[in-house]
């Protein structure tokens, strides 16, 4: 029995070194060819339509933030708010406060930044991928996402989440590594699931949105690093969550008056 818990033991320690290897193989590929900050483009869109605007706020990480676009109009949050301005006929005034390498626990803190008496009409949050990385317990990342919809939803904002993406996607990121984030972000992904729409939130699973087109063609889906999300990536991950916003919206009657800024 012992020499069997020897055995267990040293194969851990094993399994371990070689994940860890394997670690510094992937960041070593996927570098840093973006900076770590994502382009700005807050601003009001399509603002020649009639009305009062949409308030859209964009909560999360760096897919969120929309780092990898090359030109504003690209990032994801602009890419929302000309899908809902072209769903709903209105202008939308887009704000981020999404943070590239952000993990569940920064999500309050994001909104606490946000001006006082702010409420946005809708908020999008994607989070997830950094929480696999630095090994969040699921459950741990889970409710504090609850909390952050919880506080939305508290203000009268609409909110959808897109959980986490299918981190099996990432070419340079080493087998077995790979399927281990894979199955990691898929737990992680129906954890928060279930925590955001306890708190209220409409969920949209990127892992079976999108995630099929990053597996089936990467070089199109993914920016220089292989690792966020390229114009194109952007795109149809808006295209995924723009129904899910509008549903949203509907469900809150959104008002013609001007949201309080």
């Not at 690209?74 to 709903?88: C, E, H, P, S, Y």
């Amino acid at each position: 029995m012992l020499a069997v818990g020897v055995s267990v033991a040293a194969s851990v320690l094993v399994t371990r070194r070689v994940l860890t290897r394997q670690a510094a193989i992937a960041r070593r590929r996927i570098g840093k060819p973006l900076g770590e900050i994502a382009l700005d483009a807050d601003r009001r869109w399509r603002a020649k339509l009639p009305g009062e605007p949409i308030e859209l706020l964009v909560v999360g990480d760096s897919i969120a933030a929309g780092l990898g676009a090359e030109r504003p109009k690209d990032v994801l949050g602009a890419r929302l708010a000309k899908g809902i301005a072209a769903f709903l006929q209105r202008p939308v005034q887009l704000r981020t406060v999404a943070v590239v390498g952000a993990q569940s626990v920064d999500l309050a803190g994001q909104l606490e930044r946000l001006p006082e008496g702010y409420r946005a009409d809708a908020a999008v949050i994607i989070v997830g991928g950094n929480d696999v990385t630095h090994r969040t317990p699921v459950l741990t990342a889970a409710a504090q996402l609850e909390v952050a919809v919880r506080a939305l939803r508290s203000a009268g904002t609409a909110v959808v989440v897109g959980t986490c993406p299918d981190l099996g996607a990432l070419r340079p990121v080493p087998q077995p590594l790979r399927s281990l984030g894979a199955q990691a972000s898929r737990q992680l992904a129906h954890a928060q699931a279930a925590a955001a729409r306890r708190a209220g939130a409409r969920v949209v699973s990127l892992r079976r949105a999108v995630g099929p087109m990053f597996i089936a063609h990467p070089e199109d889906m993914f920016s220089l690093d292989r690792f966020h999300p390229s114009a194109l990536g952007y795109r149809r991950t808006a295209d995924a969550l723009v129904p899910e916003i509008v549903a949203a919206l509907a469900d809150g009657s959104v008002s013609g008056e001007a949201p309080r800024r």
